[in-house]
């Protein structure tokens, strides 16, 4: 018989595609099975689901996963630019909680790549952001050189117990609802869609290859659906990353 799901936070997507609404967004097709796929481990139901967004003019994409099973709830939200990343930041967020415990909190606004200009403008909006947000999550003393790399002073990597999930998703909606009103949104008009930008790619393929998720979704779904669903998480608009020679 098999147990109900984890569910501490669903809200991810919801709150993601009402913010994102204005932006006129398509559904990115992937296969089915990436789509939705459950597996039932000795009586454990594990549940994973993925989708991902464009905007009408091609210049932003969003990428949208969560694995659930009776402990276990793991949501993660990337928005990436597509030919501009001079004019459009990187917004991510991805909880991994595990029982009563939030292990995992990340919550960024960033450039693709080194961009002074573009960094300085996030760094005139997010920084206040960022403190009043770091003082009711303080950063976490572990946080891994992955984030390390790439953070920002106004991104939170924290821990929590599960009563501070609430503070998580006030943060959540305004680190989105900021970069969606004071970037995603007056820049439409600036941005055509392309092909990808060589810092997006780059980036895109620094986090499919240390994202910390590959260990758990190799162990439950195995290593070919685990490589398959993250060269789709990780790859370019409506399709998936390609396979390069090294074997991850």
């Not at 990436?80 to 004019?87: G, Q």
């Not at 900021?178 to 393929?205: D, M």
Request: proline share 6%; charged share 25%; aromatic share 10%.
């Amino acid at each position: 018989m098999s147990v109900a799901l984890h569910d501490t936070v669903g809200w991810t997507l919801h709150e993601a595609e009402e913010i994102l609404r204005p932006l006129d967004l398509r559904p990115e097709t992937r296969p089915d099975d990436f789509a939705r796929k459950t597996l039932e481990i000795r009586g454990n139901q594990h549940q994973m689901q993925s989708l991902g967004w464009t905007d009408g003019r091609g210049m932003l994409n969003g990428k949208y996963c969560r694995l659930q099973s009776k402990k276990v709830d793991i949501a993660i939200l990337m928005i990436y630019p597509t030919s501009r990343p001079d004019l459009i930041p990187v917004f991510v967020a991805e909880w991994v909680v595990v029982g009563g415990q939030c292990r995992i909190a990340v919550l960024d606004v960033h450039p693709a790549g080194n961009d002074p200009v573009l960094e300085r403008e996030l760094a005139g909006v997010f920084g206040t952001i960022g403190e009043r947000w770091q003082r009711q999550l303080p950063t976490a003393p572990d946080s891994p050189e992955w984030f390390r790399k790439i953070a920002k002073p106004w991104a939170i990597f924290s821990d929590c117990t599960i009563d501070r999930v609430g503070v998580l998703r006030e943060a959540y909606r305004e680190y989105l609802h900021t970069v969606v009103n004071l970037f995603y949104r007056p820049r439409q008009s600036l941005c055509e869609g392309g092909a990808e930008a060589e810092s997006v790619v780059r980036y895109k393929r620094h986090g499919f290859e240390h994202t910390p998720g590959r260990a758990i979704l190799r162990t439950t779904f195995g290593v070919e659906y685990a490589e398959g669903l993250l060269r789709w998480h990780f790859g370019p608009p409506n399709h998936a990353m390609q396979q390069t020679g090294a074997t991850l």
